[in-house]
C-alpha cells in the first residue's frame, strides 16, 4: 500500500496533535487528511473522505467510537481498517471485544513504537469485508447479552485473518510468539498472538481451562482425565499431557463429575461405589 489516507476521530486536541506528530515522524506514508472531535463529525467525515485507516478514541464528547461504529455499520460505510486508542478508565469489556474481533488498540499517551507496530498490522491486507466482519464481532461482543453462537478472529500470517466459532475450538498450544489452534474435523490454524492473548479472552468468558504452561482446552470438549497420568483426554480421542498444577485444578473442576475419569483410575472405582 502507497499513501495511507487516515482520520483521527479524538475529541481531545492535545492527544490528536500527539498523535499526528507521532505518525508523521514514524509513519511517512500515512497521511492524515482529517480529524474530529465526535462521532457525528467522525462519521461525516468518513463517508466523505472514505480513507483507508482511521484512529478512533473509545471516550469521545458525548458519545464513544463504537457508537460512530454502529451509525456507519448501519450506513453500510465501513470499508476502512481501524485502530482504537484507549484513556484511562476503558473498560476490560470493551478492550476484550476489541480483541474477539483481531482488531487493534494502542492506549494514551501513545508510544511512537507502538503507533508504528499498530500501523503496519492495520495495514497489511485491504480487505473491506473482512472489516465489516470485525466490525459485526465486536459490536455483538459489546452488547452484554450471552451470543448464541460466539466468534472470534485469529489473525493468521501474511495479514490474513479467520473467524472462528467457540465451539468449535478444541484446543490452543503455545509455539514461542505464536499459537497453535487446533479445530474440529483435524484442521489447525497458526495464530500470529501469543498464547496468553487468546487465553485471557478465552477463560474470562467461555469454558477453557489451562492445563499446561503452554495448553489451554476447551473444557466441554473432555471426555475423560487421567489422574495417574495427568492426561486429559478429548471428544476426538486426542490425549493431552498435564503439568501437575495444571491437571490439579483441572481435576477440581469436574471433582464432582465421576464419568470423566478413566475406569481403570482407583478414584473412579471410589466413586462408583460411593454413589451406590
Known amino acids: 500500500m502507497g499513501q495511507i489516507r487516515t482520520i483521527i476521530v479524538e475529541d481531545v486536541p492535545k492527544d490528536r496533535e500527539?498523535?499526528?506528530?507521532?505518525?508523521?515522524?514514524?509513519?511517512?506514508?500515512?497521511?492524515?487528511?482529517?480529524?474530529a472531535g465526535n462521532a457525528e463529525e467522525g462519521?461525516?467525515?468518513?463517508?466523505?473522505?472514505?480513507?483507508?485507516?482511521?484512529?478512533?478514541?473509545?471516550?469521545?464528547?458525548?458519545?464513544?467510537?463504537?457508537?460512530?461504529?454502529?451509525?456507519?455499520?448501519?450506513?453500510?460505510?465501513?470499508n476502512f481498517e481501524m485502530i482504537f486508542v484507549t484513556g484511562f478508565g476503558t473498560n476490560e469489556n470493551e478492550t476484550r471485544a476489541i480483541d474477539y474481533s483481531a482488531l487493534d488498540f494502542i492506549h494514551k499517551p501513545p508510544?511512537?513504537?507502538?503507533?508504528?507496530?499498530?500501523?503496519?498490522?492495520?495495514?497489511?491486507?485491504?480487505?473491506?469485508?473482512?472489516?465489516?466482519?470485525?466490525?459485526?464481532?465486536?459490536?455483538?461482543?459489546?452488547?452484554?447479552?450471552a451470543i448464541a453462537d460466539p466468534e472470534i478472529i485469529f489473525d493468521l500470517p501474511k495479514g490474513q485473518k479467520e473467524v472462528v466459532k467457540v465451539k468449535d475450538?478444541?484446543?490452543?498450544?503455545?509455539?514461542?510468539a505464536i499459537t497453535?489452534?487446533?479445530?474440529?474435523?483435524?484442521?489447525?490454524?497458526?495464530?500470529?498472538?501469543?498464547?496468553?492473548?487468546?487465553?485471557?479472552?478465552?477463560?474470562?468468558?467461555?469454558?477453557?481451562?489451562p492445563i499446561h504452561n503452554n495448553t489451554v482446552v476447551n473444557k466441554r470438549e473432555v471426555k475423560r482425565i487421567n489422574?495417574?497420568?495427568s492426561t486429559v483426554t478429548l471428544q476426538n480421542g486426542k490425549?493431552?499431557?498435564?503439568?501437575?498444577?495444571?491437571f490439579?485444578?483441572?481435576?477440581?473442576?469436574?471433582?464432582?463429575?465421576?464419568?470423566?475419569?478413566?475406569?481403570?483410575?482407583?478414584?473412579?472405582?471410589l466413586w462408583k461405589r460411593f454413589s451406590r
Do not use: W
Open 180 to 209: 497453535h489452534v487446533y479445530l474440529r474435523n483435524e484442521r489447525k490454524l497458526t495464530a500470529m498472538k501469543n498464547l496468553g492473548h487468546y487465553s485471557k479472552m478465552l477463560m474470562a468468558e467461555y469454558d477453557f481451562f
Open 111 to 145: 508510544t511512537p513504537s507502538a503507533v508504528a507496530r499498530a500501523v503496519q498490522n492495520a495495514t497489511r491486507l485491504h480487505d473491506a469485508k473482512m472489516y465489516q466482519t470485525q466490525i459485526a464481532t465486536l459490536l455483538a461482543h459489546l452488547q452484554g447479552a
Open 43 to 78: 462519521v461525516k467525515l468518513i463517508k466523505q473522505l472514505r480513507p483507508d485507516l482511521v484512529f478512533i478514541d473509545i471516550q469521545l464528547e458525548r458519545s464513544t467510537g463504537f457508537d460512530m461504529l454502529r451509525m456507519l455499520k448501519d450506513e453500510n460505510a465501513i
Open 18 to 35: 500527539l498523535l499526528q506528530a507521532i505518525l508523521a515522524e514514524e509513519c511517512p506514508n500515512v497521511n492524515v487528511v482529517g480529524s
Open 227 to 229: 489422574s495417574r497420568e
Open 239 to 246: 490425549t493431552l499431557i498435564c503439568s501437575r498444577r495444571g
Open 169 to 176: 475450538i478444541l484446543y490452543l498450544e503455545a509455539d514461542g
Open 248 to 269: 490439579e485444578g483441572f481435576k477440581s473442576v469436574f471433582g464432582t463429575n465421576r464419568n470423566v475419569f478413566d475406569s481403570e483410575n482407583p478414584l473412579a472405582k
